[in-house]
């Protein structure tokens, strides 16, 4: 079945030390997205690939960056993590963008915890 | 800019009973509107959406949602629920112009008991 992955499920990193979380999809679509999403509150956009083209949403935090190598690919960098971005990080992807009615394909999320 | 409420942040229903679950969205121009769900631990998965046409909208899983227009709305209702439909339900809304950015509300809390 064509799917989002996310690699790994869980991740633990501790204040400070840099990690990367991991999204491949088998959809073969343009658009891969980033959201952060903590407990109780709605998933928000980070930012977003259009093939390879990057947009980076206005309020997220220099500490996020994000690089596609490929079309397949998408990876989530926190720099230095603070205690405050512990929470669930869900990729996802789309075909195209400005489409009518687009729908987005969700991934089932990495949860970071940071000590 | 789109924004998205839903006002009941749990709803607790019995198995077999209806449900309704409300959104209310903000938007200048017609909205694309969009139902996730969300098992614990799990990503979204799309119920349904409505970009244009028929304001009743199937989606999967028995689930329905009108759109009104009058009342800046889209429920999502189902005629009876299930145990396995315990999970957080998302409302989104997305612009109809260039890039589509989804909107989401702070999600309903589903309970199901016995």
Not at chain 2, 49 to 76: C, H, P
Not at chain 2, 77 to 106: I, M
Request: proline letters at 5%; charged letters at 15%; a positive charge.
């Amino acid at each position: 079945d064509a799917m989002v992955i996310q690699n790994p499920r869980y991740q633990v990193t501790q204040f400070g030390k840099p990690v990367t979380l991991s999204c491949s999809q088998t959809l073969n679509h343009n658009v891969m997205y980033w959201y952060q999403q903590k407990s109780s509150q709605a998933p928000k956009l980070l930012f977003h690939y259009y093939d390879k083209d990057f947009n980076n949403e206005a309020d997220t935090p220099d500490n996020f960056q994000s690089r596609r190598p490929n079309t397949s690919f998408c990876f989530l960098d926190i720099r230095s993590p603070g205690l405050g971005d512990a929470a669930m990080y869900l990729c996802a992807t789309s075909r195209d963008i400005g489409r009518k009615g687009e729908t987005q394909y969700f991934g089932p999320g990495t949860r970071l915890l940071v000590l | 800019a789109q924004s998205v409420t839903q006002p009941d942040i749990h709803i607790t229903v019995s198995e077999g009973a209806s449900l309704e679950l409300r959104c209310n969205y903000s938007y200048g121009a017609t909205p694309y509107l969009f139902w996730y769900v969300q098992s614990p631990g799990q990503g979204l998965q799309l119920l349904l959406k409505y970009f244009s046409g028929d304001t009743l909208v199937q989606g999967i899983k028995g689930f329905e949602a009108e759109f009104k227009r009058s009342q800046s709305s889209f429920n999502l209702r189902k005629p009876s629920v299930h145990w396995s439909d315990a999970a957080e339900y998302f409302c989104a809304v997305g612009a109809n112009t260039g890039f589509q950015k989804l909107v989401f509300g702070t999600g309903t809390r589903l309970l199901v008991s016995p």
